[in-house]
């Protein structure tokens, strides 16, 4: 059974870091792409970044471009969010999951149109003004 983690939220003044990490068990990291995503209050869930294992081709969000690294721990199947320059807009509880590999189409196609599941309970980020 696939089956994923997440952690490392937590609250942060504006400008600071964050770690976040999706611990998988239950599947190989050559099987899927894992994805980033995040809810706010009264929002729909938004893509933020995802990693594919095809090229390890990583993908991003415009609102997250510059700021987020996505990178996996192919040993360990977790896959990290390295968020640096946080923004009060980037709180909202943080989920992963798994959809399939994927390469040559854009972050936008790839985190509006591929279908992700096996999501893990989410993780809270709040950014403080």
């Known amino acids: 059974e696939v089956r994923l983690a997440e952690s490392g939220g937590g609250l942060v003044q504006a400008g600071g870091s964050l770690r976040l990490s999706c611990e998988g068990s239950?599947?190989?990291?050559?099987?899927?792409?894992i994805a980033w995503f995040r809810q706010a209050p009264g929002k729909e869930r938004e893509g933020v970044a995802c990693i594919s294992p095809l090229n390890d081709g990583t993908y991003y969000d415009d609102s997250v471009l510059g700021r987020f690294t996505i990178s996996s721990d192919k040993a360990k199947t977790t896959v990290y969010l390295q968020m640096n320059n946080l923004k009060p807009e980037d709180t909202a509880v943080y989920y992963c999951?798994?959809?399939?590999?994927?390469?040559?189409?854009?972050?936008?196609?790839?985190?509006?149109?591929?279908?992700?599941?096996?999501w893990g309970q989410g993780t809270q980020v709040t950014v403080s003004s």
């Open positions: 999951g798994t959809g399939p590999p994927f390469m040559g189409i854009t972050a936008d196609q790839a985190l509006r149109y591929i279908q992700f599941e096996h």
């Open positions: 239950g599947f190989s990291y050559d099987e899927y792409s």
